[in-house]
């Protein structure tokens, strides 16, 4: 990539279980499956969840003797200052850097968030999860106005529209991405894609599909393993190589810059 700033890709959402360290690390494996330069900072230093699969997967790594595609890390937890000192260090040299943050407003969260490249913001399909973002009528289920953090990821983009042109700096492109809707009611499902669809052209965020609730994600994190690591997961079943298809569709439809040192290892069969 020609920048020199790494490309930050930042999983944000205020409210905890959207599945938003599941999908973090295998997008950060994805792309170091491609050959990308990744580093990784954890900013929940007490659940640790993006950091401790990592660690996992190294653990497992050096247990089994194979090489695992993986990104470099840390945890942290201090000021925005020291945060922005550990990008540059961690980063140089780097293509990405992937930030997981807490589900909860906080100093590093917010500074994160509004320095993203790509920010994903990951939500169940449900009114609750929604919530976060905007507020339904409750009959009509339109939207009725932003939420805080929509409002203040909304003031970061046109402050970002300004640097673009000022400091070359990249755009910020929001994507929220549906998680979990394999076990949602049809109508319940149709009034999200509305709300989100209204929403969207308000606030400029895209919509992407992740990843569906799935046994495999809470079975491989002891050994820090992904559906991306093929030859080493046994026998997939059907529900296995589905969700493989999904977490590719979502990589594809994040957009991320193009490297392309080697195709990511996504094959189906």
Known sequence: MSDIRPHRIVFANEKGGTGKSTTAVHVAVALAYRGA???AIDLDPRQRTFARYLENRAETAERRRIDLPTASFAVYQGDVGGM???VGELGKGCDFVVFDTPGRDDELARHAATEADTLVTPMNDSFVDFDLIG???GETFK?????FYAELIWEARIKRSRATIEQQRREMDWVVVRNRTGHVEARNMARIEQALSELSKRVGFRVAQGLSERVIYRELF????TLLDKGHLG??????LVARQELRQLV??????DFMRKEPQLELA
């Open 84 to 86: 922005e000192e550990l």
């Open 222 to 225: 002891p050994s820090g393993l």
């Open 135 to 137: 507020q339904v009528e």
């Open 143 to 147: 939207v009725k106005r932003l939420s």
């Open 37 to 39: 330069r990744v580093a």
């Open 235 to 240: 026998e997939l079943g059907t529900s296995h």
């Open 252 to 257: 594809q439809a994040l957009k991320l810059p």
